[in-house]
């Protein structure tokens, strides 16, 4: 069964700084690796879907890697602002059978420093 | 753009009482899904439903039954809620299968089960 793991569970980060947020998954026949952010009281957001034939997918300061034969991905974020300052959660598809279950890790919950 | 609406917000329950908490889409998706959220247990899955009429168990389906309206609503019901059940429940929805499209996220419900 696919388990999806992200440490750590909390990260502060100083305004201004680049940091990377890990997220590694048990079984590497993925189709693709998603990232999201949760806001408090809010609901996910999708941040970028990264499919299994790519290596990164960007969009603006985040850029997101994904390496299926170690079961990791990272996600990058550069110039990070107090706005940035969220839950970040990356989930797999469940590929153990046919139903359509994607497996989320717990999230990394960051804290951006003014 | 409203996107996936939940209501209500928040609820309070007394044990065994029921109620259902309604979701409704306006992006033309077809695949929408409900999960619970808790804190240690990271977001579970408890049904889906790939297209209108039809609705499959997820993770933790026990004690809730669902409903597809129509394309754009899925509904949530607790026939007999249990103190388990206090959780924050999100309604999502994908164009497609969620193993290979990005999710839209609701903003959630806060459920307390006295």
Redesign the interface.
Same mark, same amino acid.
């Given at each position: 069964k696919q388990e999806v793991t992200q440490i750590p569970a909390a990260l502060s980060v100083p305004e201004g700084e680049n940091l990377v947020l890990n997220c590694s998954f048990t079984d590497s026949a993925i189709y693709n690796l998603q990232w999201f952010r949760q806001d408090p009281g809010k609901g996910l957001t999708s941040l970028l879907l990264i499919q299994s034939s790519q290596r990164e997918q960007t969009s603006g300061r985040l850029n997101a890697s994904l390496d299926k034969s170690s079961g990791r991905s990272t996600l990058y974020i550069a110039a990070s602002q107090p706005g940035d300052s969220a839950t970040y959660l990356c989930a797999v598809p469940e590929l153990m059978n046919r139903d359509d279950k994607i497996i989320f890790g717990k999230g990394t919950r960051l804290h951006i420093l003014p | 753009n409203a996107g996936?609406t939940q209501t209500p917000k928040f609820q309070v329950l007394k044990t065994g009482q029921s109620m259902t908490l309604q979701c409704a889409q306006d992006m033309n998706h077809n695949?929408m899904y409900w999960y619970r959220q808790d804190p240690?247990m $990271?977001?579970r899955?408890i049904y889906?439903s +790939?297209s209108e009429g039809t609705t =499959?168990k /997820?993770?933790v389906p026990n004690g809730y039954n669902v409903s597809r309206l129509n394309k754009r609503e899925f509904s949530l019901r607790l026939e007999s809620a249990a103190p388990s059940q206090t959780s924050v429940y999100?309604c +999502?929805s994908s164009e497609g299968? %969620?193993?290979? %499209?990005? %999710?839209?996220? $609701? =903003? /959630?419900t806060r459920l307390s089960i006295l």
């Open positions: - | 996936v695949s240690g $990271g977001l899955l889906y +790939a =499959d /997820g993770e999100f +999502a299968p %969620q193993r290979i %499209q990005p %999710q839209h996220f $609701g =903003d /959630g």
